[in-house]
């Protein structure tokens, strides 16, 4: 098992550029999840599936698009990037249990620069 | 007013001794979960224990625990044996039944194991 795969590792874009965060996951998790993670701010929820078909916004979510594609794939598309985007993007999926989440699986990371 | 405070930005343990990570949060709801991940400088994030909200026992995962004080609004993390691998960052997280699909996490302490 691969776990969560996440593509790109590292990206750079400039001003107005436009992209697409790539996640995939082999565990069968109804949920997914996208974070960004900033210097001295731990990781902030962008947006969230709860399961196949449904997204919902998160603590950040401005400035973002989702897609979930399918069970195993959610996407994040940045439009227009800008500096204030430069960050470390995570994705994460965890299992639906008796209707209860729990532990959240990460993949790797993307480090994107906006300049 | 936040929801996780984890008030050591930064600690340093001696290899062998057992080390604690401080965790405090913030709800009003009777059914929650906390967990703790660990970061290394490689980036990934690492599931490494949970306690619900209506747990008897303190979680233990090995040489991890998790000291749960429920009146105090405490989920302290207990690390025994330390070990130089277990420098990296540490984060506590937690999701309200309310919010099921949401983590919140705190901003994290950054442990350094000294040989």
């Known amino acids: 098992n691969a776990g969560v795969t996440q593509t790109p590792k590292f990206q750079v874009l400039k001003t107005g550029q436009s992209m697409t965060l790539q996640c995939a996951q082999d565990m069968n998790h109804n949920s997914m999840y996208w974070y960004r993670q900033d210097p001295g701010m731990g990781l902030r929820l962008i947006y969230y599936?709860?399961?196949?078909?449904?997204?919902d916004k998160g603590e950040v979510p401005n400035g973002y698009n989702v897609s979930r594609l399918n069970k195993r794939e959610f996407s994040l598309r940045l439009e227009s990037a800008a500096p204030s985007q430069t960050s470390v993007y995570f994705c994460?999926?965890?299992?639906?249990?008796?209707?209860?989440?729990?532990?959240?699986?990460f993949g790797p990371g993307t480090r994107l620069t906006v300049t | 007013a936040q929801k996780i405070t984890q008030t050591q930005p930064g600690m340093f343990v001696q290899e062998k001794e057992a080390v604690t990570l401080d965790c405090t949060y913030d709800t009003s709801d009777p059914s929650y979960g906390l967990f703790w991940y660990k970061q290394p400088s490689s980036g990934e994030m690492i599931f490494l224990i949970y306690?619900?909200?209506?747990?008897?026992q303190n979680a233990t995962e090995g040489r991890y625990s998790l000291n749960f004080q429920k009146a105090r609004k405490s989920a302290n993390l207990v690390i025994s044996a330390s070990q130089l691998g277990d420098s990296a960052m540490y984060f506590c997280?937690?999701?309200?039944?309310?919010?099921?699909?949401?983590?919140?996490f705190g901003k994290g302490t950054l442990l350094t194991v000294n040989p």
């Open positions: 997280a937690m999701r309200e039944a309310g919010s099921n699909y949401k983590l919140t």
């Open positions: 994460a999926s965890s299992a639906l249990r008796g209707g209860w989440n729990y532990e959240q699986y």
């Open positions: 306690q619900g909200s209506y747990d008897q």
């Open positions: 599936s709860a399961s196949e078909g449904t997204t």
